[in-house]
């Protein structure tokens, strides 16, 4: 990472994570287990993603400023989110990363960084039929 202090300054800032989220969700959209759980217009979830993925990645703390602590485990339990679930999520963003300037060697972290949340958000044993 040379002599960026985080890994949001490594990709580039809030440029970069703009890129990840226009590339990550027409990805969750086109996903048969993860449209389902999403409302028709996106946009105000990628609004907050940008907001949330800013301050995961050590930029500035943009989310908890809007929405205050982000509880991200408990904001997610009204969705039915299996390991399948998790891991379509992950993949979605796995290629999404793809799509994007980013050197791979900082794809793998960030879908490192990401892969522990997605897993813990894991609450239910089966997906529900939507
Ligand atoms: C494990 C698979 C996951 C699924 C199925 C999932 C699904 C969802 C859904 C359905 C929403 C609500 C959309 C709405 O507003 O109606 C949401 C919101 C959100 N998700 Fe996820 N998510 C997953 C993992 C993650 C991960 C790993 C992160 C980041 C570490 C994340 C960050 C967010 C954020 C920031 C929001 C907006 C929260 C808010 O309302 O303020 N999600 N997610």
Same mark, same amino acid.
């Given at each position: 990472m040379s002599a960026s202090h985080t890994l949001f300054d490594a990709i580039g800032g809030e440029p970069a994570v703009r890129a990840i989220v226009e590339a990550f969700y027409p990805k969750v959209q086109e996903h048969e287990l993860l449209s389902p759980l999403f409302p028709e217009d996106i946009t105000p979830v990628m609004e907050k993603q940008f907001l949330f993925l800013t301050q995961f990645f050590g930029g500035p703390q943009l989310y908890s400023d809007q929405y205050g602590h982000p509880m991200m485990r408990a904001r997610h339990m009204p969705f039915p989110i299996d390991k399948q679930r +998790? @891991?379509?999520w992950l993949d979605c963003m796995r290629r999404a990363l793809q799509e994007t300037d980013i050197p791979p060697e900082l794809q793998a972290m960030l879908l @490192?960084?990401?892969?522990?949340? +997605?897993?813990?958000?894991?609450?239910?044993?089966?997906h529900e039929e939507a």
């Open positions: +998790a @891991e379509a @490192e960084r990401l892969s522990g949340p +997605a897993h813990h958000f894991i609450n239910t044993d089966q």
